[in-house]
């Protein structure tokens, strides 16, 4: 997965804004986000993917603002790996099963 966030500060409202410009994910990713659309917590916010991509976040400080990157990115991170446990104890638990029982074996003395 890539993050590529723009920054910026506003001079005039002496304000920081940080905004995901990108999201690159891998193709196992691709593959698990396939149809669903994960909810990521920020700033005790809950937002949907694409609502993340399209939100700015201000900040007073540089460091806020930094914070706020770091948050996003571990916000991502958590979801992510939680969506990819899921889908891989799916992969190993979907399938079918036969049991074969033969009433004959049970009965024979």
Same mark, same amino acid.
Do not use: C, H, W
């Given at each position: 997965?890539?993050?590529?966030?723009?920054?910026?500060?506003?001079?005039?409202?002496?304000?920081?804004?940080?905004?995901?410009?990108?999201?690159?994910?891998?193709?196992?990713?691709?593959?698990?986000?396939?149809?669903?659309?994960?909810?990521?917590?920020?700033?005790?916010? @809950?937002?949907?993917? %694409? =609502?993340? /991509? +399209?939100?700015?976040?201000?900040?007073?400080?540089?460091?806020? *603002? @930094?914070?706020?990157? %770091? =948050?996003? /990115? +571990?916000?991502?991170?958590?979801?992510?790996?939680?969506?990819? *446990?899921?889908?891989?104890?799916?992969?190993?638990?979907?399938?079918?099963?036969?049991?074969?029982?033969?009433?004959?074996?049970?009965?024979?003395?």
């Amino acid at each position: 997965m890539k993050i590529i966030f723009d920054k910026k500060y506003d001079i005039l409202n002496d304000l920081y804004t940080v905004k995901i410009q990108e999201l690159e994910f891998d193709e196992e990713l691709k593959k698990i986000l396939e149809g669903v659309e994960p909810q990521i917590r920020i700033r005790n916010e @809950e937002l949907s993917l %694409s =609502e993340l /991509r +399209g939100k700015t976040f201000t900040a007073k400080t540089r460091e806020e *603002a @930094e914070k706020t990157m %770091s =948050e996003i /990115r +571990g916000a991502l991170v958590e979801t992510f790996s939680s969506l990819i *446990a899921r889908f891989r104890e799916a992969q190993s638990f979907n399938g079918s099963v036969v049991y074969e029982i033969d009433f004959n074996e049970l009965f024979k003395e």
